[in-house]
C-alpha cells in the first residue's frame, strides 16, 4: 500500500449490502465480449465475491482467483464460493501493488472500483501488466464521482458529494477515477487501450428504497462516516443532514440517481 490510503467505505452492512448487488452483467458488461471458457483470471479488490464467482461460472473451467485486502472478506467470499459449489474459484488476501502471483501467469486481470481507492494507480496498473499473458488483458472499471447526478435538488446530496469527494481524497484516493483510467493505463506502458463508459441508474422505487437507505445507514454507521469526523471534514450534525436527505430522496416519487463509470480494456 502506498502513502497513506485507506478504504474510504469500510465493510459495513450497509456498504456490503451494495457491494454484494454486483455481478458480471450490472458491473463488467464492457468485458463479457472478452470472457471464453478456458482463462484463467485474477480479480483485484474481490470484495464479497460476486463478480468473481459470476466470472468464474463464465469462464470455466478456467481458474479465477480474488484477491482482496481483508482477511474477514475473503472468509466470507470463500464460503460464498463453498455455498455455491463452485470449485474453480478461489479467494486469497493480497496487496495489489505486489501480487503473490508469477510473471504472464493469467488471462485477464480485473478490477472494479479499485482505482479510485489507491494513491499510486499507475503503479497498480504495471503490476496488472507484470502478472497478464501477452496478448492478455487488463480491464479495470471505476465510477466518477465528478459525474453523478440526481433529482430532485437536495441541498443535503450537494454537502455529501462534497463530503464524500473531500474524505476520499484526503484517503488518499482520486474520486475522478474513472476519466484517468486510459491515462493511467498509458502511462502504466500499455499502448493498446479501448475505453468505454457505462451508468449505473437508480429510479424505481424499489431501487430508490435500496439504494437511499443504504446511504442512509452508510452515512453515519460505516467508515466514510468515522474518516470525515477525524479529518474535520463534517461533524455529525452535517452527517445527520446527509442521512435525513438520502431518505428524502427515496421517498421522492420522481427520484432518479445516476452515476457515471469509466471502463477500460487494456491488451499487454
Known amino acids: 500500500m502506498a502513502g497513506q490510503e485507506r478504504y474510504t467505505h469500510g465493510h459495513h452492512e450497509s456498504v456490503l449490502r451494495s457491494h454484494t448487488w454486483r455481478t458480471v452483467d450490472n458491473s463488467a458488461a464492457y468485458l463479457m465480449p472478452h470472457l ?7 480479480d483485484v479488490g474481490s470484495g464479497p465475491g460476486t463478480i468473481t464467482i459470476d466470472l468464474a461460472r463464465r469462464v470455466s473451467p478456467g481458474q479465477v482467483v480474488g484477491v482482496d ?14 455455498d455455491n459449489g463452485l470449485h474453480n474459484v478461489r479467494f486469497e488476501v493480497g496487496d495489489a501493488y505486489r501480487l503473490e502471483h508469477a510473471d504472464d501467469s493469467v488471462d485477464i486481470v480485473h478490477a472494479h472500483q479499485v482505482l479510485q481507492h489507491v494513491a499510486d494507480p499507475v503503479a497498480v496498473l504495471r503490476e496488472f501488466r507484470r502478472v497478464t499473458k501477452p496478448g492478455g488483458i ?45 491515462a493511467w493505463a498509458l502511462e502504466a506502458g500499455f499502448e493498446s487501450v479501448e475505453s ?10 424499489a431501487e430508490r428504497e435500496w439504494w437511499g437507505e443504504s446511504w442512509s445507514v452508510r452515512t453515519l454507521e460505516s467508515d466514510f462516516a468515522a474518516h470525515a469526523i ?12 446527509i442521512s ?16 457515471v463509470h469509466g471502463e477500460i480494456i487494456a491488451t499487454v
Not at 196 to 205: I, L, N, P, Q, R
Not at 244 to 259: F, H
Open 36 to 42: 471464453r471458457h478456458g482463462l484463467n483470471v485474477l
Open 69 to 82: 485486502a481483508s482477511p474477514e472478506i475473503v472468509a466470507s467470499a470463500t464460503g460464498l464460493a463453498e
Open 138 to 182: 487488463v480491464a479495470a472499471r471505476d465510477v466518477d464521482w465528478g459525474g453523478t447526478i440526481w433529482a430532485p435538488s437536495l441541498p443535503g446530496l450537494d454537502e455529501w458529494i462534497r463530503v464524500s469527494q473531500a474524505v476520499q481524497r484526503t484517503n488518499g484516493g482520486d474520486p475522478f477515477a474513472g476519466r484517468n483510467l486510459k
Open 196 to 205: 468505454s463508459a457505462s451508468v449505473w441508474c437508480f429510479a424505481s422505487d
Open 230 to 241: 477525524e479529518t474535520g471534514l463534517a461533524d455529525l450534525a452535517v452527517l445527520r443532514t
Open 244 to 259: 435525513e436527505s438520502w431518505l428524502q430522496w427515496a421517498a421522492a416519487p420522481d427520484g432518479w440517481y445516476a452515476m
